[in-house]
Each structure stands twice: as C-alpha cells, then as structure tokens.
C-alpha cells in the first residue's frame, strides 16, 4: 500500500530535497509551504515531468487552524499519514541582549510550535493505524548551541526534547520519531555568510566542505526503512559536532 509523507517547508532547501526524494520513491507527498507559493508551484511541476504527482498545500505550520485543516485535507484524501516530516522552520543571526519578545515568539513558534502541533494533529491517525514514521529536522546547534544564535539554538534543542520524549510515549504504538541535526548546509542559508566567513566554517568542520540537502534526505530514507530505531539525534556535520 502507498505510503503518505507530509513534509513541512516543502518548497525550497532541505525540505525541498527530502520531498522530491520520498515522490521519486513511490511515496505520494503532501509538500507544505506558506510564503514560496511560486516556488511550491515548481517544484510540483519538475516532478510532474518525471510522471509524479504530489500535492501541494498553504498552511503557516506556526498557527493550530493552518495545521488542523492541511492535516484533514489529508486524512479526508489518503485515508492516513505514515510519515511527518518536520522541516519548517527559520533563522537569525542577532546578539542575544538585542532579541525581544516578538523574536522569541517568531522563532519559538516557526521552530518548536509549529513541530509540536503538526505531530499533536498527526498522531492519533497514527496511533489509530498503530504504525507512523516522525522525523524532526533539527541542527546542530540544539546540540552543542551558537553565539548569535541563542532563540534559533533553544528552539532546536527543544525539538531534541520532544523527539526523544515522544519516542518513549509513541513507541508501544509502532510510532516512531527521530531528529536529524544538520551541520552547515548549502541552502539559502549559507547566503547570511560572507565567503570568507564560509571558508573559515569549512576549515573548521574535519570532511572540510559543507553539506548538501541530499546528505539529509538520504538519512530520511534510511530512517524510513529502518525499523529499529526511536528516539535519536542523528548528527549530519561533517564532524563539525565532535568533542
């Protein structure tokens, strides 16, 4: 039977590999974006060249009523989700002793809210079907945490905590749920550095390069398949993390 993948932040990026990886294996996809509609609507059109259908939906990940109705879209459509992947999500590069209030609810609520009540709306169809695959795109940073990074680390190494959290409450369910940390990866991301500032990151990570979205997508089709494994931070840096 054809498995169902919601991926959040679809439409460019990490998010944008992991999608076009999971279609060109068979598994119909639900691509999620909310501002990059132009590029949401191409990348189902790439896709679509190649034979495959998907679907794309708008939803702001960070609000209750957005999720509810992508996640009944979907249920009402497929009948189910097997796999959420929590991609969506944002950054800022700031002293911590200039962030306010309004910076911390952005960043809180694109990062960790927005995990947080994606899986609370997908769980039970998984719950009731007694199998589910939930995997949170994390970063190193939740791990080890950034200067000049401080609301961008905290709402990473929160979602650490549901992961590992969730895991243990999910599993009896066959419910499984994973991170993967990216290091640096070459995503619009990158664009905040000078090259230079890239140059000495990539002398500082021991493979001495920077990643791409396909080392992550890679590692969310393993997670995928593999049927033994809950609760992990899995690091993807090149090294970068090692102490």
Partial sequence: MEKIAIVTGASKGIGREIAKNLARQNIKVIANYNKSEEKAIKLKEELEKEGIEIDIIKADVSKRQDVKKMITYTINKYKKVDILINNAGISEYKLFTEETDEDWNRLINNNLYSAFITSQEVIPNMIENKNGCIINISSIWGMIGA?????????????????????????????????????????????????????????????????????????????????????????????????
């Fill in 147 to 243: 200067s000049m990074e401080v609301l961008y680390s905290i709402s990473k190494a929160g979602m650490d905590g549901l992961t590992k959290s969730l895991a243990k409450e999910l599993g009896p369910s066959n419910i499984r749920v994973n991170s993967i940390a990216p290091g640096i990866i070459n995503t619009d991301m990158c664009k905040d550095f000078s090259e230079q500032e890239l140059k000495d990151i990539t002398e500082e990570i021991p493979l001495q390069k920077i990643g791409e979205p396909s080392d992550i997508s890679k590692c969310v089709n393993w997670l995928i398949n593999e049927k033994y494994t809950t609760g992990q931070i899995i690091s993807i840096n090149g090294g970068w993390s090692i102490t």
